[in-house]
């Protein structure tokens, strides 16, 4: 077989820049629009420059506004000015979701030191760690808590609170990112006390904002005229309609142009951005369930219809007789039921039910099903050919199993 990637090493006429600089995790030295919230930032963070005590700040707005591309600009300029008296520490808490998590990635951040396990050791000595390393640094901390809301949900407020305390103990802030706007109603009081945070808001772009954007972020990367003025117009215009949403403007143009390349087209239209949505937005349960052999969509949908009739739990006695049901209906053959069970298997890896085995007493034990979104999957299984006649099967319960079910 041929090297499929030699058709694409080519050189393009079109690419004057790094396309990198169209992802939308990117993080560009200026960001149009966001200078106020920039300037603001600045101001707070500006006492570290004279030895001072830099306030908490918490950054609120929607998905795509800019917060975490501004925090990482301007905490760049400040490790540009300052030098090494500031350290600073970038913490995404989708991933590092505890004050442990968190304090273990900071002590293993300092180059040169030895490197502590992530599990195992007590929390004190690995506090007593990053205190000594700080310190020993004469260091100002400076913590980028992004999804800060992430500790509160798991953890409460004692995640924050112990990070707090080492802000105290040594000198430094925190950079909290979030989009919760009651955030600092959820911290108990003892948090809220010591957090005493400055508020920026970071309002939705508008589609002139996003225009302006996009611009920014083609100017040198793209050779002018291969994109439509119309197709940058409907990137923003779409954008706009999902809260102002940058990082959906810049992924939708960035997949259009990647299509345009591939394919040789000469430029960018509506048509490829329309194509670039279609595909950003994938329906991904629709497509699993257009996807399922005929046998799996007579099987969930047995499974639906069976819990439809009484109850949200189905047995697999009952979805078995139900497809059997299904299959005379259609006109197929049933398959086995040890066939069927490999097939249920399949679709609770799929994540399209949820199956748990319960003991019965003395009916002994079985399975039982859940279909987790079963009225957008019923409509999804009726849409293919084979079931453009079906009226809807006779529904067998095994009402001696119904007693007693608890919610899966």
Same mark, same amino acid.
């Given at each position: 077989?041929?090297?499929?990637?030699?058709?694409?090493?080519?050189?393009?006429?079109?690419?004057?820049g790094?396309?990198?600089?169209?992802?939308?995790?990117?993080?560009?030295?200026?960001?149009?629009?966001?200078?106020?919230?920039?300037?603001?930032?600045?101001?707070?963070?500006?006492?570290?420059?004279?030895?001072?005590?830099?306030?908490?700040i918490?950054?609120?707005?929607?998905?795509?506004?800019?917060?975490?591309?501004?925090?990482?600009?301007?905490?760049?300029?400040?490790r540009?000015?300052?030098?090494?008296?500031?350290?600073?520490?970038?913490?995404?808490?989708?991933?590092?979701?505890?004050?442990?998590?968190?304090?273990?990635?900071m002590?293993?951040?300092?180059?040169?030191?030895?490197?502590?396990?992530?599990?195992?050791?007590?929390?004190?000595?690995?506090?007593?760690?990053?205190?000594?390393?700080?310190?020993?640094?004469?260091?100002?901390?400076?913590?980028?808590?992004?999804?800060?809301?992430?500790?509160?949900?798991?953890?409460?407020?004692?995640?924050?609170?112990v990070?707090?305390?080492?802000?105290?103990?040594?000198?430094?802030?925190?950079?909290?990112?979030?989009?919760?706007?009651?955030?600092?109603?959820?911290?108990d009081?003892?948090?809220?006390?010591?957090?005493?945070?400055?508020?920026?808001?970071?309002t939705?772009?508008?589609?002139?904002e996003?225009?302006?954007?996009?611009?920014?972020?083609?100017?040198?990367?793209?050779?002018? +005229?291969? *994109?439509?003025?119309?197709?940058? $117009?409907? &990137? @923003?215009? /779409? !954008?706009a =309609?999902?809260?102002?949403d940058? %990082?959906?403007?810049?992924e939708?143009?960035?997949?259009?142009?990647?299509y345009?390349?591939?394919?040789?087209?000469?430029?960018?239209?509506?048509?490829?951005?329309?194509?670039?949505?279609?595909?950003?937005?994938?329906?991904?349960?629709?497509?699993?369930?257009?996807?399922?052999?005929?046998?799996?969509?007579?099987?969930?949908?047995?499974?639906?219809?069976?819990?439809?009739?009484?109850?949200?739990?189905a047995?697999? +006695?009952? *979805?078995?007789?139900?497809?059997? $049901?299904? &299959? @005379?209906? /259609? !006109?197929? =053959?049933?398959?086995?039921?040890? %066939?069927?069970?490999?097939?249920?298997?399949s679709?609770?890896?799929?994540?399209?039910?949820?199956t748990?085995?319960?003991?019965?007493?003395?009916?002994?034990?079985?399975?039982?099903?859940?279909?987790?979104?079963?009225?957008?999957?019923?409509?999804?299984?009726?849409?293919?050919?084979?079931?453009?006649?079906?009226?809807?099967?006779?529904?067998?319960?095994?009402?001696?199993?119904?007693t007693?079910?608890?919610d899966?």
């Amino acid at each position: 077989m041929d090297n499929p990637f030699i058709k694409y090493s080519r050189s393009d006429d079109y690419i004057i820049g790094n396309l990198k600089t169209l992802s939308s995790s990117y993080i560009p030295d200026n960001l149009p629009h966001r200078e106020q919230q920039i300037e603001l930032m600045a101001r707070s963070l500006s006492s570290i420059m004279h030895g001072g005590i830099a306030s908490n700040i918490l950054l609120y707005g929607q998905s795509g506004s800019g917060k975490t591309s501004s925090a990482i600009n301007v905490t760049n300029m400040l490790r540009s000015a300052a030098g090494d008296r500031v350290s600073i520490h970038y913490i995404n808490c989708e991933i590092y979701d505890s004050h442990y998590s968190i304090m273990v990635h900071m002590v293993n951040s300092f180059i040169g030191e030895e490197q502590i396990p992530n599990l195992g050791l007590p929390f004190d000595r690995i506090y007593y760690e990053l205190v000594k390393r700080i310190k020993s640094r004469n260091l100002y901390t400076l913590i980028i808590l992004d999804e800060i809301d992430r500790l509160l949900s798991k953890n409460g407020s004692d995640s924050l609170y112990v990070i707090l305390k080492l802000l105290g103990d040594t000198e430094g802030s925190i950079i909290g990112i979030t989009n919760d706007s009651s955030f600092i109603n959820k911290l108990d009081m003892r948090v809220r006390s010591r957090l005493n945070a400055e508020s920026i808001i970071f309002t939705p772009y508008n589609a002139d904002e996003l225009r302006d954007i996009l611009k920014f972020r083609i100017n040198g990367v793209i050779k002018n +005229g291969f *994109i439509e003025d119309s197709a940058i $117009n409907l &990137c @923003a215009a /779409i !954008g706009a =309609q999902e809260h102002g949403d940058a %990082r959906k403007a810049i992924e939708l143009l960035r997949i259009a142009i990647e299509y345009c390349i591939r394919e040789n087209r000469e430029r960018v239209t509506i048509d490829d951005i329309y194509m670039a949505r279609e595909r950003f937005e994938m329906n991904i349960l629709k497509e699993s369930v257009k996807t399922l052999p005929i046998h799996s969509k007579m099987v969930l949908l047995s499974a639906i219809l069976t819990q439809e009739v009484s109850s949200d739990i189905a047995v697999t +006695g009952e *979805i078995y007789e139900n497809y059997k $049901n299904i &299959c @005379a209906e /259609i !006109g197929l =053959q049933p398959l086995s039921t040890r %066939r069927i069970s490999d097939l249920m298997s399949s679709l609770d890896d799929l994540g399209l039910i949820v199956t748990t085995t319960r003991s019965m007493g003395r009916y002994g034990r079985t399975k039982l099903i859940k279909v987790s979104q079963p009225v957008a999957i019923k409509n999804y299984i009726l849409e293919d050919e084979n079931f453009k006649n079906f009226q809807g099967s006779r529904i067998v319960r095994q009402s001696k199993l119904r007693t007693n079910y608890d919610d899966i």
